[in-house]
């Protein structure tokens, strides 16, 4: 059966079936040691008494001092084991399936508590899960089946450097190591039972002729092959009677022998769960192995199996290379480097509930040169059951590593690995130690020229279970043995394979399961009722509960159930037991406990209880572990009523206040109550109302409460003058009550009441609506007592939203807060306020008042809500005219003007519309950031803010001009008074003639000294009005004027006498160049009316001329004239060479 460690098993209270638990005490081990006794079984007798018969009762004492009974005794423990005791599969099998095998009985064990000891009779006791009554749970086969004491310790320390082992198996005992702790087992040292399983095979040192092949899986003569290792089928004997202990055939988990010549032994087996052919499994490690492998011929690189490995091949002589040139090739010569070694030994089943094995032995190498080595043997069987394991050591259970060659030639084969053994643990809490249960390595042809011989095939793992916790594990296979030949060196395995993984993480099974059986102790339970009757529902009972121990054995962990019916468990007392469950640790045979009890009945009618006890260890006799009854009672019925009175209403309290207070009726129970009477009876108080499901007035009944059931019932009173109130509640039912004592609730939630005046205020707004931002308002305050006491140092607060208070008035106030000293019953006082609002928005206010004496009523004391408003925004939009430019003025004249429009506030103007009408002007130009005619409107303007407009326009006509300006905005407007203005910034214009004149130059030159030229003056009025006594200058340059001729004009300067807007008078003027040199004339022209343009009233330049002089004659020479001048000239210049 595989368990996979995935699921891990908590044994708790792992030692139920002890037989003694801790009988052995503490013990602390510090030097190497076995702690277990071993015998041979001759009989067992399965009948009735269980007697289990050895050779020699006294190899069962202790001989290492650390059993409290020497001899073996009543409560001590014994293991019987059955090692061996498997049988061939078929008869004269002579193939690779030689060994094949059938269990039978072989790896059977279970553990039983000695109950007595005579002679080497020994009687074991029958409980336990696993038990069978007269007789033992597996069949043995008495010729190999040997008994092992195993110590009960209470806690066990191991030492560092301290090792525990078995004693060796000899082929009839021994090989297992045994321990049962009840504390904790500390392993510091070593728990090792390694190599102490199978014997491996022995050397002989005969073989083969090397020129022979012996192929076969067994033979009866050494001289065909080496020993087998020993196995679950048995050893040499048993190898023998089946045909030969010698050869390559794997026994079961036993390794094979080397076949003749000298090829090396296999590993032996123990756990495993795969496939399984005997080839094991070969080794990857080196450069190109697999190629070596590959040409094998029975295996190849991937070939895998469980068990143990193959011993390597027969005898070769010569060096090749061993990773082309295949075993069994004439040219390694010798015996051709056969395939023929040892197979590995196969796994075996495991079961922690039936079935354990020891490590199965390696098969011994073959050899006839005295250098041949033999088989390792298999790891042994450790078994430890305790409540926590602890320590740094490690427990052990490898198998021996194969023998190597001996050192001196080395021209035989070596040995094959032991398999690894069994280590079965079962605790509650592992921590520490490490658990090894490893295959041994194959045996090594130590060094030797170019003869080769197969090294030892490695060991299988064998097997670890374990709970209740994690540590280091390994179960893993024996590495093969490999050759130091020179003939090899490019392939040391030499045909040698490691052994398989075993298992090494199996989880153990709960103890309880395991094959453990004991005495038992006999719990038994008796009940007693000790309270006396009548009973009724709800009253409180007693009784107690008598677990004793009958024996044989001490009964531990008692469990103790007590299931009540009709019962309410209160306290449970004893030594252990407070509460149920409840666990007693231990009872020696005859003890006993007694566990008292108190619980309350339910309801009427019978009542009772049922007891149950169990313990760790089987019971011969579960017939006296429940107790259930014959000692229970019958309860009448009965109802607990209860009133409480709560006063609901907080004080202080006053004179004439209302209040609320509440009766809670219930009922405890444990029964219905019926006809429950509520009376209740107040003292300075008038009941107003009654108010619940039953109730309407006092006295009253509530016709059925159950139990658990309650009404409360509402009652509301008012006070009825000062001093102390209170009320007196109780109720009664038809049902026995069982407590009296909270039928009545009468004090304790009363009060005293003080005088009481209600005062009140009520405001009104007296100024009407619409409202803006910034108006002044009013409303009164009527403040009033409506008592019924008089109203001292009453405190008025009026607390404004959006308005600032400007007077405050009446006979106590002239501000807030304020103080009214004193208020008759029925008396009020009016006070008148004056307030500003603040904003545009809501606006209220909220006035309080209160005074000295309790209020019976408060929700008057506040008007703060209704008489209020809503002011609207408003903005005081102003505007201002000035006009920019002075005077005087004059018909057509282009004035200026500015309009500065701004907002006083309180808010920001939207929309402000500007308008602007004139007189006698016409505008021609509008210019601001919003404004470019009129009307026209400036979006918005805040407080404060303003917008300058500035403003051209022409004078139309003489006489008066303005012009009248005028503001809006979509707010009301708080001061309408400035939103025009219409006078006092305009004037009065007179008339005005824009006289001009323009000369021409009528006569084109070139011009010449006396000359006479003539040129036009143009005299024009270009209006507004007519032009009287307009005067002409003419001043002439290098001029003189000879001649003038007009309407008007005949000389200059002259005078035109009118001339109206658009005309003009054309004067011609004859004038002589006085001389050579520029000339030119200057004219201009004014009139009386106001000139308004007067740059065109002159024109003095760019129409005159230039003249000339004439040219004077140059004197010219005659021919002859010239002729002289020239001989003259020559003559001169002669003079001037000779001087």
């Known amino acids: 059966?595989?368990?996979?460690?995935?699921?891990?098993?908590?044994?708790?209270?792992?030692?139920?079936?002890?037989?003694?638990?801790?009988?052995?005490?503490?013990?602390?081990?510090?030097?190497?040691?076995?702690?277990?006794?071993?015998?041979?079984?001759?009989?067992?007798?399965?009948?009735?008494?269980?007697?289990?018969?050895?050779?020699?009762?006294?190899?069962?004492?202790?001989?290492?001092?650390?059993?409290?009974?020497?001899?073996?005794?009543?409560?001590?423990?014994?293991?019987?084991?059955?090692?061996?005791?498997?049988?061939?599969?078929?008869?004269?099998?002579?193939?690779?399936?030689?060994?094949?095998?059938?269990?039978?009985?072989?790896?059977?064990?279970?553990?039983?508590?000695?109950?007595?000891?005579?002679?080497?009779?020994?009687?074991?006791?029958?409980?336990?899960?696993?038990?069978?009554?007269?007789?033992?749970?597996?069949?043995?086969?008495?010729?190999?089946?040997?008994?092992?004491?195993?110590?009960?310790?209470?806690?066990?320390?191991?030492?560092?450097?301290?090792?525990?082992?078995?004693?060796?198996?000899?082929?009839?005992?021994?090989?297992?190591?045994?321990?049962?702790?009840?504390?904790?087992?500390?392993?510091?040292?070593?728990?090792?039972?390694?190599?102490?399983?199978?014997?491996?095979?022995?050397?002989?040192?005969?073989?083969?002729?090397?020129?022979?092949?012996?192929?076969?899986?067994?033979?009866?003569?050494?001289?065909?092959?080496?020993?087998?290792?020993?196995?679950?089928?048995?050893?040499?004997?048993?190898?023998?009677?089946?045909?030969?202990?010698?050869?390559?055939?794997?026994?079961?988990?036993?390794?094979?022998?080397?076949?003749?010549?000298?090829?090396?032994?296999?590993?032996?087996?123990?756990?495993?769960?795969?496939?399984?052919?005997?080839?094991?499994?070969?080794?990857?490690?080196?450069?190109?192995?697999?190629?070596?492998?590959?040409?094998?011929?029975?295996?190849?690189?991937?070939?895998?199996?469980?068990?143990?490995?193959?011993?390597?091949?027969?005898?070769?002589?010569?060096?090749?290379?061993?990773?082309?040139?295949?075993?069994?090739?004439?040219?390694?010569?010798?015996?051709?480097?056969?395939?023929?070694?040892g197979l590995g030994g196969r796994p075996v089943p495991f079961d922690d509930t039936g079935r354990l094995f020891f490590g199965g032995g390696g098969g011994a190498g073959d050899g006839n040169n005295n250098q041949a080595g033999g088989g390792g043997a298999g790891g042994g069987l450790i078994y430890i059951i305790a409540n926590s394991i602890d320590g740094s050591g490690q427990i052990l259970a490898n198998g021996a590593d194969g023998e190597d060659t001996q050192g001196g030639s080395n021209n035989d084969a070596p040995g094959g690995g032991g398999g690894g053994g069994t280590v079965v643990i079962s605790a509650a809490s592992f921590s520490g130690p490490g658990i090894f249960a490893d295959g041994g390595v194959g045996g090594d042809q130590l060094t030797i020229g170019n003869e080769s011989e197969g090294p030892g095939g490695g060991g299988g793992g064998g097997v670890i279970a374990y709970s209740g916790g994690l540590t280091t594990t390994s179960a893993a296979g024996g590495g093969n043995g490999s050759s130091a030949s020179d003939s090899v060196t490019e392939f040391t395995p030499n045909g040698a394979t490691m052994g398989g993984s075993g298992l090494p993480a199996e989880s153990t099974t709960a103890v309880a399961d395991l094959p453990i059986c004991t005495a038992g102790a006999d719990v038994q339970v008796v009940k007693n009722l000790t309270s006396t009757g009548p009973y009724i529902a709800g009253s409180t009972v007693t009784y107690s509960i008598t677990v004793t121990n009958n024996g044989l054995n001490t009964a531990n962990n008692i469990q103790v159930t007590d299931t009540p019916t009709n019962l309410n468990i209160n306290t449970v007392s004893s030594a252990n037991c407070s509460a149920f469950p409840c666990t007693i640790p231990f009872l020696v045979n005859g003890a006993s406990e007694v566990i008292n009890v108190t619980a309350t009945i339910i309801a009427t009618g019978a009542f009772d209880n049922s007891t149950t006890v169990t313990a760790n260890e089987p019971d011969p006799d579960p017939s006296n572990n429940t107790d259930n009854t014959g000692n229970g009672g019958s309860a009448g019925a009965s109802a607990d009523v209860a009133v409480t009175k709560t006063l609901d209403t907080a004080g202080p309290y006053s004179n004439g206040q209302n209040i609320q207070y509440t009766l809670v009726v219930s009922n405890n129970g444990p029964d219905s109550a019926t006809n429950v009477q509520v009376t209740d009876t107040p003292t300075n108080l008038t009941i107003n109302t009654v108010s619940s499901t039953n109730c309407s007035a006092f006295p009253c009944t509530i016709p059925s409460l159950a139990n658990g059931g309650s009404e409360t019932i509402t009652v509301t009173a008012t006070i009825n003058s000062t001093g102390a109130f209170d009320n007196a509640t109780a109720v009664t039912a038809d049902e026995t009550d069982p407590n009296t004592g909270n039928n009545n609730d009468n004090t304790g939630n009363g009060g005293t009441a003080g005088a009481s005046a209600d005062v009140a205020v009520t405001k009104t707004l007296d100024t009407a609506g619409p409202y803006s931002n910034g108006q002044s308002i009013q409303y009164t305050l009527v403040v009033s007592n409506n008592g019924p006491d008089t109203a001292t140092n009453v405190q008025v607060t009026d607390t404004p939203t959006n308005l600032t208070i400007n007077t405050v008035s009446s006979i106590n106030c002239s501000a807030f807060p304020c103080t009214i000293p004193s208020l008759a019953n029925g008396g009020s006082e009016t006070i008148t306020v004056t307030a500003t609002i603040n904003s545009a928005g809501a606006f209220d206010n909220s006035t309080t008042v209160n005074a000295n004496e309790p209020d019976p009523d408060p929700s008057n004391n506040t008007d703060n809500t209704g008489n209020g408003g809503t002011a609207g925004a408003s903005a005081d939009v102003a505007v201002t005219k000035t006009l920019d430019t002075a005077g005087p003025y004059s018909n057509g004249q282009s004035i200026q003007y500015t309009l500065v429009v701004s907002n006083n506030g309180p808010d920001t103007a939207t929309n402000v519309q500007v308008t602007d009408t004139p007189t006698n002007l016409t505008i021609n130009m509008v210019t601001s950031t919003n404004c470019s005619a009129f009307p026209c409107t400036i979006p918005s303007l805040a407080n404060g803010g303003s917008e300058t407009i500035t403003v051209t326009a022409t004078i139309n006509s003489a006489g008066a001009f303005d012009n009248a300006t005028n503001v809006s905005a979509d707010e009301t407007d708080p001061d309408p008074s400035n939103n025009d203005d219409n006078t006092g910034n305009g004037g009065t214009a007179g008339v005005s003639a824009d006289m001009a004149i323009v000369k021409t130059l009528l006569t084109s030159g070139p011009f010449s000294p006396g000359q006479s030229i003539q040129y036009s003056l143009v005299v024009s009025n270009n209006g507004p009005d007519t032009a009287n006594n307009v005067v002409v200058t003419d001043t002439p340059t290098n001029l003189s004027i000879t001649s003038v001729s007009s309407v008007n004009c005949s000389a200059l300067p002259c005078t035109i006498p009118s001339m109206v807007n658009g005309g003009s008078e054309t004067i011609t003027v004859t004038t002589t160049i006085n001389g050579p040199g520029n000339f030119d004339n200057a004219a201009a022209v004014t009139a009386d009316e106001t000139d308004p343009v007067t740059t065109n009233n002159q024109d003095n330049t760019g129409n005159g001329g230039s003249v000339t002089a004439p040219a004077q004659p140059v004197p010219s020479l005659s021919q002859w004239a010239m002729l002289i001048l020239v001989s003259l000239m020559a003559l001169l210049g002669i003079r001037r060479r000779l001087d």
């Open 1 to 341: 059966m595989t368990k996979k460690l995935l699921t891990l098993v908590f044994l708790c209270a792992c030692f139920a079936v002890n037989a003694a638990p801790g009988l052995d005490g503490d013990v602390t081990l510090t030097t190497n040691t076995t702690v277990n006794e071993y015998a041979r079984v001759t009989s067992i007798v399965n009948a009735g008494t269980i007697v289990v018969t050895v050779d020699d009762i006294n190899n069962l004492d202790d001989s290492q001092g650390i059993y409290t009974n020497t001899d073996l005794s009543p409560g001590d423990r014994i293991m019987l084991y059955q090692a061996q005791g498997a049988s061939y599969a078929s008869a004269g099998n002579n193939t690779n399936t030689y060994g094949d095998f059938n269990l039978n009985s072989a790896g059977r064990y279970e553990i039983h508590e000695v109950l007595s000891v005579t002679g080497n009779d020994i009687v074991v006791a029958e409980q336990g899960n696993l038990c069978l009554a007269d007789q033992l749970i597996y069949s043995y086969s008495t010729s190999h089946t040997q008994v092992i004491r195993v110590p009960q310790f209470n806690n066990l320390i191991v030492n560092n450097g301290v090792t525990v082992s078995a004693a060796p198996w000899n082929g009839t005992i021994g090989g297992v190591l045994a321990v049962d702790v009840a504390g904790t087992l500390t392993v510091n040292g070593f728990m090792d039972v390694s190599g102490q399983g199978f014997r491996g095979g022995v050397i002989d040192n005969d073989s083969s002729p090397a020129s022979e092949s012996r192929p076969l899986y067994y033979y009866s003569s050494p001289n065909d092959g080496a020993e087998k290792g020993e196995s679950i089928l048995g050893f040499q004997t048993e190898y023998d009677n089946y045909g030969g202990r010698y050869g390559r055939g794997a026994p079961a988990n036993g390794g094979g022998g080397g076949n003749g010549h000298n090829a090396g032994g296999g590993g032996g087996a123990n756990g495993g769960n795969t496939t399984w052919n005997g080839q094991g499994n070969p080794d990857l490690s080196g450069t190109n192995w697999n190629q070596a492998w590959d040409i094998d011929g029975t295996l190849t690189s991937a070939t895998t199996s469980s068990g143990g490995g193959r011993g390597g091949y027969t005898y070769g002589r010569a060096n090749l290379d061993a990773l082309t040139v295949p075993p069994g090739d004439p040219s390694w010569n010798g015996n051709n480097r056969q395939e023929l070694g």
